[in-house]
C-alpha cells in the first residue's frame, strides 16, 4: 500500500495538473461581453493586420472549439486574396494567410461597427464596413459580419467573413 505522502504527492500534481488545463485560454468559460470589448477586438485585429504583427493576429482569434466549446468557424473574403470553403475554416493556415496578405500590401481600415451583443449560444454577433487596398485592389468598401467569444481573455474572433463591395 503506498503510503500517505505518495498519496497527497499524486493528489497535488492532479490538482495542478487541472488548474494548468483549465488556465489555458482555450479553457476559459465564454461569458457575455461587456460594452465596447468587441469593438476593441476589431480594432486590434486592424492594427495587427495592417502591421503583420502575426503573433498579435494569432491572440486576436479564437482557437478551435472542443467538447462542446465555442471556437474558431472561419475567416472568408473575396479576391484578391480569396478564402473560401474549407479553407476559410482551417484555423491552422490563418496566419501564414494572414502573412501572405502583408505581403501583398493589404490594409484594412474600419468604417463602421455594430452590434457585438452576445445571442444564446456565446457568440457576439457584429457587423462592419471595411476599406480594403492591396495589389490589385484599388480602396474600395466592403461589408461584412463577424463574431466574438468573449472570455476571461477579452473577445476573441471566431467568425470573420468581408462580403460584396459597399454599393454608394
Known amino acids: 500500500m503506498p503510503s500517505r505522502s505518495v498519496v497527497v ?3 497535488i500534481s492532479a490538482v495542478a495538473a487541472t488548474a494548468a488545463h483549465a488556465s489555458a485560454p482555450e479553457a ?16 486590434a485585429f486592424t492594427r495587427a493586420f495592417n502591421a503583420g504583427d502575426i503573433r498579435k ?5 479564437a482557437r478551435k472549439g472542443s467538447h462542446g466549446r465555442p471556437g474558431f468557424q ?9 478564402r473560401f470553403g474549407t479553407a476559410a475554416t482551417n484555423r491552422s493556415t490563418l496566419m501564414s494567410y494572414f502573412a501572405g496578405r502583408h505581403r501583398a500590401r493589404e ?11 452576445a445571442d444564446d449560444n456565446a457568440y457576439a454577433d457584429f457587423a462592419f464596413q471595411i476599406l480594403r487596398q492591396a495589389r490589385g485592389l484599388r480602396a474600395t468598401a466592403f461589408e461584412g459580419k463577424g463574431a466574438s467569444i468573449c472570455s476571461r481573455y477579452g473577445a476573441r ?11 454608394r
Request: charged content about 15%; some cysteine.
Open 9 to 11: 504527492g499524486l493528489c
Open 28 to 43: 476559459s468559460r465564454a461569458r457575455d461581453c461587456r460594452p465596447g470589448e468587441v469593438k476593441h477586438g476589431v480594432v
Open 57 to 61: 493576429l494569432d491572440s486576436l482569434f
Open 74 to 82: 472561419w475567416y472568408s473574403t473575396g479576391p484578391p486574396g480569396a
Open 107 to 117: 490594409r484594412l481600415k474600419l468604417l463602421q461597427l455594430s452590434g457585438g451583443n
Open 157 to 167: 474572433i471566431a467568425v470573420w467573413a468581408i462580403g460584396p463591395s459597399v454599393q
